[in-house]
């Protein structure tokens, strides 16, 4: 499907990508194959980001690579290529230009830029975008993903969401618009966070067996990580081992502690001292630690249990009534997680074509999540004075049901913008 995407696009005719996170592999994962038929591509992104996105390109690379080669491996009468090589990710990031934010930069002279931080993942930013013809000049706000105000205090490394007032026109996310999304409260939050400390005390200090919290390596991992030092940092009875049990999330890990300044640096290394933390890479510590370690909490991706160690550690929980596993987040329907999740009534769960007995106990929790919550979508679009918004991201359904109500939310502060619900065949004329 990315291959047919990919596709559609003429490279040649591309000047400049403009992005608010490209980290995520659904905003930028596939770049370098861009790159790879027009070198000239200028990459625009905000500041401190080059490092964490090369990484994020260079696992994506790698596990394309295995994956071509093992499929053309199975099918002799086919040869599979990657869409990218590890030559394509270097050619890519030496043409990343990094752009302060807050700051109006100018990439020509008909286009200028200003990054806000969107407060959804370290780094992450809206984009205002000014495009001038002959002597007119209109300003697009690009959200890009925005982050959960809700939860803003308890993630230190990540910048906070700041409200862009006006622009023309607005092009928006809605990943949590539908009307069935439970908001988050405050209540919500304090009760999932003594949930998650009342497991691990229970499972691992009482117990002495394991908990698996499947995380993403991007953003999701050092929150977790950082929830659980804060909580447990000053017990000196805590003899609880916390796993960071993968080699991309150390490697980002280790970005982080480069790129951090002031006291959001200093408190990151704090967390990566301290002494209950114990961070794996090679897969001969990750199974040593499966066969045999006990009282220890696991971190490890990835966040759906789609793929990566956590698929593995799973497997090796599963069949164990006193393990745990706390799933933290959205799993897409095809996903391990996702069954995890919903089947728990069913004695086996299928993992790799293998049936494994369906025996540990499962907690979710919902609060954690890095999208901005339906509530305060409505507040933040209703308050932008543009004369068009048009909603993205987000299923069909849930994008009309939010349209709806956010015109109702527009007309009740007496303003006249225009709401546009659009689809995959949207042609957009300014």
Known sequence: MNKEQISKIKAKDVDMIIGGHFMHYDHGGNIPALVKQNPNIRIITGKNTTGILKEMWLDSANITIRDCETLSSQYSDKVFKP??????????????????????????ENISIRYTYSGHIFGAVQCELFIKIKNHCTKLLFTSDLGNTKIQDLKPFVQKFEPVKSANYVFGETTYGARNNKQITQKIINKDLEKIKSVIQQFCGDYKRRVLMPVFSLDKCPVVLWL????????????????VDSPLTNRLLDRYSEVLEGEAKEKFGEMLAWK??????????????????????????????????????????LPHSNDCLILSGYCGENTLGYKIKNFSDQKTISINGAQVKNKAQIVNVRSLSGHMQRDELLKYYSSIHTEKIYLLHGEMEG???????????????SMTTNVCVVNKGTKISL
């Open 83 to 108: 869409l990218y090589n590890i030559d394509d990710v270097e050619k890519s990031v030496s043409l990343v230009e990094e752009y302060d934010v807050g700051e109006i930069h100018e990439l020509d």
């Open 228 to 243: 659980i030092y804060q909580m447990f940092k000053d017990d000196k009875n805590f003899t609880t081992k916390v796993l």
């Open 276 to 317: 209950n933390l114990k961070r794996i890479v090679t897969p001969e510590d990750s199974r040593y630690a499966m066969e045999n370690m006990k009282n220890i909490l696991i971190l490890s991706s990835g966040g759906m249990l789609q793929s990566g160690r956590s698929v593995r550690w799973a497997k090796e929980l």
């Open 399 to 413: 994008k009309v049901e939010f349209s709806q109500d956010l015109k109702r939310e527009i007309a009740n502060k």
